[in-house]
């Protein structure tokens, strides 16, 4: 964000309920739409994002929130963006899950959906930058777990929206990560062949792991997105309806 706004771009972001500062018991949700609820109140407190305000508005998302994102665009909640930029979107999981966790997930879905549970996943696997990789570990809110609730509704979230990847299309660039241990590269190529965006740009990053923003040479990934926005930024733009 500090990037951007040397190039003369404004941001904002958000922390989904139960990350980060946000309330709410730590990876759980009640029901996964609860993250569709958050991103409309998210853009509705935007100033950037009232129709009568001309700067043209994008959406930035990654892994678990560029599947938000994506959804919400298949449900027509951004149709007044300029484009929509997608980095290591989490439509699958690539780390296998042990059986027996899996399965003891499955009960306390049941009966303790808010349970947390370790992800299994570790700082060296999201980035090969020693200087991330420290700041993750001491970051008290990079918690490493998840929620049965959370982790199922996800999955068949993911699933449905690898089904209806026709019904994605606004302006995409997809920023894919070949060595992702999370998201799953081949859904993110699936998704992006699919769509039925007429503007749409995939770039892929074949070395880089999950996380794209903090990645080793990460400049150069914020100046393709730069370049991207600006691009569309100064055309002329109609909102879907």
């Known amino acids: ?18 990350h980060g500062r946000s309330a709410g018991k730590p990876g759980f949700v009640r029901q996964w739409d609860e993250h569709l609820t958050d991103l409309a109140a998210f853009l509705a407190i935007d100033a950037l994002s009232t129709k009568t305000d ?14 938000v994102t994506a959804v919400a665009a298949m449900r027509g909640m951004l149709n007044h963006c300029r484009g929509i930029i997608l980095s290591s979107p989490f439509l699958d999981l690539k780390l296998p899950v042990p059986i027996l966790k899996h399965l003891l ?5 049941a009966v303790h959906p808010s349970m947390r549970i370790k992800s299994g996943l570790s700082a060296p696997m999201l980035t090969r930058d020693p200087q ?3 700041e993750s570990r ?36 997809m920023l894919v990560a070949g060595d992702d241990v999370v998201a799953n590269p081949q859904a993110s190529v699936e998704f992006f062949n699919r ?11 074949p070395v880089h792991r999950h996380e794209l923003m903090r990645e080793l040479g990460r400049e150069k990934i914020f100046q393709s997105i730069l ?12 909102p879907q309806v």
Request: net charge positive; with cysteine.
């Open 105 to 109: 997930g499955a009960i306390a879905s």
């Open 195 to 205: 769509c039925a965006s007429t503007d749409k740009t995939i770039v892929h990053y």
């Open 138 to 173: 001491d970051d008290p809110y990079c918690r490493g777990i998840a929620t049965p609730r959370w982790f199922f509704s996800t999955r068949k979230v993911q699933q449905e929206t690898r089904l209806m990847a026709n019904q994605f299309n606004l302006p995409l660039l």
């Open 132 to 134: 991330m990789i420290s």
């Open 1 to 18: 964000m500090q990037w951007m706004a040397e190039h003369n771009i404004a941001s904002c972001a958000m922390d989904f309920r139960g």
């Open 54 to 67: 001309p700067t043209p508005l994008f959406v930035l998302a990654h892994s678990h929130g560029a599947l």
């Open 227 to 238: 370049e991207w926005v600006i691009t569309r930024a100064n055309s002329n733009f109609v």
